[in-house]
């Protein structure tokens, strides 16, 4: 089993940037794929990116395509997003997950973590 915690969460002004970090506790880290999630107030958590097991393939949603870059480093168990270029509508409870491949689903998910709070304002 994973346990994930996120950290790295805060308020930014738009334009600004912000890297959450996941930290992942187990030794079948690496056997998972990673991804981020968010979920705005009163909508749906919808996927952000994701990155395989072993770091070679990524994915984004086309609304962060760009401005954010996953990564993650297997030897530290510890997943990154690096979010650049900030917007208000990023304003969302960010979620580490991880999964099966393509991890770009929340049915998907195997295991999250609790959660950081980003808020950018305008």
């Known amino acids: 089993q994973v346990q994930l915690v996120e950290s790295g969460g805060g308020l930014v002004q738009a334009g600004g940037s912000l890297r959450l970090s996941c930290a992942a506790s187990?030794?079948?880290?690496?056997?998972?794929?990673m991804g981020w999630f968010r979920q705005a107030p009163g909508k749906e958590r919808e996927f952000v990116a994701a990155?395989?097991?072993?770091?070679?393939?990524?994915r984004y949603a086309d609304s962060v395509k760009g401005r954010f870059t996953i990564s993650r480093d297997n030897a530290k168990n510890t997943m990154y997003l690096q979010m650049n270029s900030l917007k208000p509508e990023d304003t969302a409870v960010y979620y580490c997950?991880?999964?099966?491949?393509?991890?770009?689903?929340?049915?998907?998910?195997?295991?999250w973590g609790q959660g950081t709070q980003v808020t950018v304002s305008s």
């Open positions: 990155i395989s097991w072993s770091g070679g393939s990524t």
């Open positions: 997950a991880a999964g099966a491949t393509p991890l770009v689903l929340t049915t998907r998910v195997y295991m």
């Open positions: 187990g030794r079948t880290f690496n056997n998972y794929d």
